[in-house]
């Protein structure tokens, strides 16, 4: 299994940024996907998740503003993030739980500046 995350970047607080991460190794389709993120000095929190079918939950302090997708064909789950705020500044991690186990992508940063 690999997650192969992309699209973190530097952004001014109200701005914008969309990350990406591609799936392969799995029945991509039948899997939950999540975003993860750890600030530095924190510990890791799961930001978003989207089950197979589409359904999808945030933590409260992302929603509203972060809008978690899939594409089942291309194999890709994104996270479209809008409103960026500084304490959204982490590495960001994609994660699924397969085969009795989490894999994580590589991690992206995203730094949000005041």
């Known amino acids: 299994v690999q997650l192969q995350a992309s699209g973190g970047g530097l952004v001014q607080t109200g701005g914008s940024l969309r990350l990406s991460c591609a799936a392969s190794?799995?029945?991509?389709?039948?899997?939950?996907m999540k975003w993860y993120r750890q600030a530095h000095g924190k510990q890791r929190e799961l930001v978003a998740g989207?089950?197979?079918?589409?359904?999808?939950n945030y933590v409260d302090s992302v929603k509203g503003r972060f809008t978690i997708s899939r594409d089942n064909v291309r194999r890709t789950v994104s996270l479209q993030m809008n409103s960026l705020e500084p304490e959204d500044t982490a590495v960001y991690y994609c994660?699924?739980?397969?085969?009795?186990?989490?894999?994580w992508g590589q991690g992206t940063q995203v730094t949000v500046s005041s």
């Open positions: 989207i089950t197979g079918d589409g359904n999808t």
């Open positions: 190794g799995i029945n991509f389709r039948i899997y939950t």
């Open positions: 994660n699924v739980a397969a085969y009795q186990r989490n894999y």
